[in-house]
Structure formats: C-alpha cells, structure tokens
C-alpha cells in the first residue's frame, strides 16, 4: 500500500480537523506530500505544529471562492507540481425541521458541500493526469433520507448524483473517482450536529454506530488501494446500503415506523 503514496501529491480541503486532518496524518506516514486547505488559519497552523512534518503544507483558501483557489492553482502551476489525489472533505452541517431552518442554511451547506466540491475539481483538475484520484467525502445521509436532515441531506445528495457522473466521464481520462458515505464520526463537526439536531433524529440517531475519523480514514486509504468507487466505512454502513437497495419501496415504510417509534419514547420519556 505504501508504494502508493511515496512522493504523492495530495490535496486535502477541510484538512485541519476531523477527517480530512486524520488522513493527512496516515497520508504523510505513507511517504505522501500532503496540502491541507481549510478557511481557518489558525486551526491550519495547530494542525501544521502537532503533525509536524515536512511533508506537510497548509494551504488557507475557502473552497466557495473560485478566485482563491485559482491563486492556488496557480502556485501549483508555476512549480510544476501535479496533483495526484484530491480529496474534497470539507463540508458543514446543521440539521432541524425543515420549517425552522433558515433559507439562508440551506445555501450555506450547498455553497460549502456541494459547490465547493465542484469547485475544487474545476480547478484542480488541469494538474491531474492518468493516474491521479479524485474522492469525494458524501454522508450515510445520502443513501437515506433522514428526519431532520433535509438541508444538509440534500447537499449530500448532490455530491452523491455530481460524483456518480463525474465517474463516468473521468473514466476515459484514466482518472479514478470515489465516493465515501461516512457514518457519524467523532469529529467537532458531529459536536456541533449534535447541538441542533431535533428530538426525533437525538433518538434516531442514538441507535446508529459511531466510527472514530482515524477508522474512516483507514477506509478511505483501504478503498483506494483497491480502487473502489464506493467506499463505505464500518459494517453497520455496508448493512444499511445493501439493506435499502434490497428493501427498495419498502425503505420509507420502514423509516415511518422508525419515526413514530422515536416518537413514542420520547413522549414516555417526558411524562
């Protein structure tokens, strides 16, 4: 495995924490070259100081602005580095019902979800030739709709129908893609989910599995290696996956009784 990353360029957005900050470190330790690009400079430079290694470089840009990362491409045009894997992890969330969220949170997550993601691509993709992957960091919330998710769910989805055909007309290049649909993962993106997730989705939500982001980064690397176009981490993902394309139809019958399920203990738990 390690032969695959020796002397590789990587980019990684969303690279300071969570994730993206996690496959850095198992990149690096693989003998890659990584750039992690994230909006927050300082959380770049505490990332910069506890990997502490000269095979990685931080890179601050917002992946909504094309005029900023095309000041990186440019960079990376003048020094004649090629990119060999990009990984576009940065992402945002904040669920809730669907009346109470803002019009304004529906364009952040897709600005930042979904446009970044194309962004990314758009402008990156120049420096990548035959070889090169491109993977894309969805959410089990694009397999299945959740209650209480219908922005961020939506933006996931995007990335999801975006990637499927970028796979398709990237094939004739010999560029590889992928898709990974983590489950929840420790990071401070899940801290944040947490403080606004409904009462239905804290009940839905306590019944699913929990993966560490080193675990999710060991996938996304172990997918790689064996150029899958979906990779989904942990076995409780795969069961789910399999489950509603078996299920079909019946998946939101199933969902409803799931709904009204939660809904019951919540109402016990209250009275």
């Not at 590789?8 to 693989?30: P, Y």
């Not at 502490?52 to 992946?63: E, F, R, Y």
């Not at 069961?239 to 809904?263: E, W």
Request: proline share 3%.
């Amino acid at each position: 495995m390690k032969k695959l990353f020796i002397d590789k360029n990587i980019i990684i957005t969303g690279g300071s924490s969570g994730i993206g900050l996690a496959l850095a470190k198992q990149c690096i330790d693989l003998g890659a070259k990584v750039w992690i690009l994230s909006r927050d400079e300082k959380k770049l430079q505490q990332a910069k100081f506890n990997i502490n290694s000269d095979s990685l470089n931080i890179i601050a840009a917002d992946v909504t602005k094309l005029e900023q990362l095309q000041k990186v491409f440019e960079n990376f045009k003048n020094n004649n580095i090629n990119v060999d894997y990009l990984v576009n992890s940065a992402g945002v969330t904040h669920p809730g019902e669907f009346d109470q969220l803002d019009i304004n949170i529906f364009h952040w997550m897709m600005d930042i979800n979904y446009f970044g993601t194309v962004y990314m691509i758009k402008t990156f993709l120049p420096l990548m030739k035959t070889g090169s992957t491109i993977i894309n960091i969805s959410s089990m919330a694009a397999i299945l709709g959740v209650y209480g998710y219908t922005a961020y769910g939506a933006s996931k989805y995007a990335v999801r129908g975006y990637t499927d055909t970028l796979r398709s007309e990237l094939k004739l290049r010999g560029i590889n893609v992928s898709i990974v649909f983590p489950p929840d993962t420790e990071t401070p993106q899940l801290e944040y989910d947490n403080q606004y997730k409904p009462a239905i989705t804290k009940e839905l939500s306590s019944n699913a599995g929990l993966m560490t982001a080193d675990k999710v980064a060991k996938s996304i690397i172990y997918g790689i290696k064996r150029k899958q176009y979906m990779i989904i981490p942990g076995l409780e993902g795969n069961i789910l996956y399999f489950a509603t394309n078996i299920l079909g139809r019946l998946t939101y019958p199933i969902m409803d009784i799931f709904v009204s399920s939660a809904i019951k203990k919540i109402k016990k738990q209250n009275t």
